[in-house]
């Protein structure tokens, strides 16, 4: 029996969602990009992971202590929430510039976030419309 406030883990998956391989999908009349996602609650990354494969994109999940990907990415979606996931922001922005930069939070803007100078800025929630702009080039 589940307490009150706990979670019920038979709905979420098995495996570690740090390490979840997604399919590639095809994307509809787009191109397929590598989209790194770093977000600190595992449930939430995998569930961005899931919407990213779900827009034709594959998912590249890391944690925002990981050392930046060997692999090429397309781009970026990072929440900014702590001060390691906002390193990793910077890590991205200085050593790979092309990297389109989108930062989703449930916080406004601030003013570390401007600095980094975002391709976008997405409030949470947001709906897969706004994250497929968020993820095309302008």
Known sequence: MQSEG???RRFLPKSNPMDAAFPPAVADGGSMARVLIVENDPALARLLGLQVAHLGHEPVLR???AELPNEFVDAAVIDP??????AFAWRIRKERPRVRLVLASV???????AQLRPDAYLVKPFGLAELDRA???D
């Open 6 to 8: 706990s979670l019920d």
């Open 63 to 65: 944690p925002p202590t």
């Open 81 to 86: 929430a702590d001060a390691a996931s906002l």
């Open 107 to 113: 916080l406004p803007r601030s003013e570390a976030t």
């Open 135 to 137: 993820l095309s080039a």
